[in-house]
């Protein structure tokens, strides 16, 4: 079965240090999302991506965040000078076609990211 | 977005069935209603939706109020892996790049 996925698992970093994830989505999909859980909380959108642009953007997503495409297959989140308060699972998502059409995002495992 | 209320949490016992409710009394014509689910240490994983008739698939059925203010998830009969956050979502509109928004959803403890 088809899955998005995600590298690093893991990343520890120290405070003020640039940041990328990455995000392998499904192949044929078009629409794609960064979301974050801080520990304990709920699922935060972050930003979501189409046609190589942003579609839009949570108030979370600052001028310290930006995405990228950069291949036709990756999907990067970086984070430019990484503050405490990053430190959270980020998860990448992605889907085909309408969302009220096909009702599934699928997601990846996540990112895990420490700042220290 | 549209509101949902869940409960914050609920407990069941394995293989017995599980229904999960979720209130969205400002719900919109044009809006889906979406179940997922999260299980520990994982990412989000969808579970089913529906507009307004009643959905099944292998995971569960969506049984929806006629006035669509409400509606309910139903695990048929549940075991220690339905253990997870269900969260129920609303979306709608036109079709685009159209996040989801997650609340806190109910944690569901399924007991041995």
């Known amino acids: 079965e088809p899955e998005v996925t995600q590298t690093p698992s893991h990343q520890v970093t120290q405070m003020g240090q640039e940041v990328i994830l990455r995000c392998v989505p499904i192949?044929?999909?078009?629409?794609f999302y960064w979301y974050r859980q801080i520990l304990g909380q709920k699922v935060e959108f972050l930003v979501s991506f189409y046609n190589n642009e942003i579609s839009e953007k949570s108030e979370i997503f600052d001028d310290q965040f930006s995405v990228e495409r950069p291949d036709g297959s990756n999907f990067t989140l970086k984070i430019r000078s990484t503050k405490l308060e990053d430190s959270a699972m980020y998860f990448c998502a992605s889907r085909s076609e309408g969302l009220a059409r096909t009702g599934e995002l699928f997601f990846g495992e996540g990112s895990r990211l420490t700042v220290l | 977005d549209a509101k949902t209320t869940q409960p914050n949490s609920m407990e069941s016992n394995e293989e017995e069935p599980v229904h999960l409710p979720c209130n969205h009394s400002t719900i919109s014509g044009t809006d889906y209603i979406h179940w997922y689910r999260q299980l520990p240490s994982q990412g989000p994983e969808y579970v089913i939706h529906g507009l307004t008739s009643n959905v099944n698939n292998r995971m569960a059925s969506l049984a929806i109020a006629e006035d669509r203010k409400s509606s309910t998830l139903i695990l048929h009969r549940a075991t220690l892996r339905d253990a997870a956050v269900y969260y129920c979502?609303?979306?709608?509109?036109?079709?685009?790049?159209?996040?989801?928004?997650f609340g806190q959803g109910t944690r569901l403890t399924i007991n041995p």
């Open positions: 979502i609303l979306s709608g509109g036109p079709q685009g790049a159209q996040k989801l928004v």
């Open positions: 192949s044929n999909h078009l629409y």
